[in-house]
């Protein structure tokens, strides 16, 4: 029996993969926390993954704090970055299959079209510069890797945007939310499902590929949908970045292609407000 690995499994896409494990049991399943696997303390790290011995890793844990990184760069790069190489390293040695994910803070934000995988990468913070390093610490390390790139990611469990909204909704008369950074969101359900399909799919096709829901919003715009969806009141007013200055500036345009993964591996890509409508029905429910 093959044992899938899951880093950063406390996380909202590791808490995900775990409950839809449960539709996998023909896997051993090693559902891994920072003590467990520490991405922050590279001495232990490779020693630690010899001793789970998986076949397969799905690194789902990150450093995420996009505007603390500013001040944390250190610690970020650690995470992001030289662990995300010991890893690769580890799995290429072993032959244990990658699956790596990223980010769509690898771009600048300056391009009008959606991004494909070969757009070229221009980080503007350091979260993104730390995840773009990763990237390449990663396929330099292994070739055989997936690198799967995701973008405003969103699940019932842990802290995250749309939870954040649905709460400042139902307590207050009015918000405010940016209206010109524009992208797609990702519910960390539909991302787990498709790194199922891929590890098992028949070919493993490395590579980088994008995945995030369809549709082109902005947050502003995820935001309304939310207010539509539950029923408030709240009046929700859209303002422009610089009335929102954050340490770590954002992508203006992020919108991710999702052709190719669809081509490689036949998958379908669901409508951003159909799984929006999922997640919120679920926390709703509290389940």
């Not at 947050?219 to 340490?247: N, R």
């Not at 159909?274 to 509290?286: D, H, I, N, R």
């Amino acid at each position: 029996m093959k044992k899938i690995l899951v880093t950063g499994a406390p996380g909202q896409l590791g808490s995900e993969v775990k409950v839809l494990s449960e539709n996998y049991s023909q896997f051993e399943w090693f559902f891994a926390d920072r003590t467990q696997v520490s991405l922050d303390n590279l001495s232990v790290l490779k020693d630690q993954l010899e001793i789970i011995n998986p076949n397969i890793i799905l690194n789902c844990g990150a450093y995420t704090a996009v505007d603390k990184a500013e001040t944390e760069q250190e610690i970020a790069d650690i995470v992001n970055h030289q662990a995300v190489k010991i890893i690769a390293q580890y799995a290429n040695d072993n032959k244990v299959k990658l699956i790596h994910v990223s980010t769509d803070y690898v771009f600048d934000g300056t391009s009008a079209v959606a991004l494909t995988e070969e757009a070229v990468t221009q980080p503007i913070n350091v979260y993104g510069a730390t995840k773009r390093a990763g990237e390449l610490a990663c396929l330099e390390a292994n070739p055989d890797a997936i690198i799967i790139r995701t973008s405003w990611v969103y699940s019932k469990f842990g802290n995250n945007f749309v939870k954040t909204m649905k709460r400042l909704l139902e307590e207050r008369d009015t918000i405010s939310v940016v209206n010109d950074q524009v992208g797609s969101p990702t519910y960390a359900t539909d991302l787990a499902q498709i790194m199922m399909d891929i590890v098992t799919a028949q070919e493993w096709i490395p590579g980088i590929y994008n995945y995030s829901n369809e549709g082109e919003i902005s947050w502003y715009e995820f935001v309304l949908a939310i207010q539509e969806i539950g029923g408030y009141t709240c009046d929700v007013k859209g303002i422009h970045s610089s009335s929102y200055p954050t340490p770590a500036k954002r992508p203006a345009f992020s919108l991710l292609d999702k052709a190719k993964i669809k081509e490689v591996y036949g998958v379908s890509v669901p409508n951003y407000k159909e799984s929006l409508e999922k997640c919120l029905e679920l926390v709703k429910g509290g389940k």
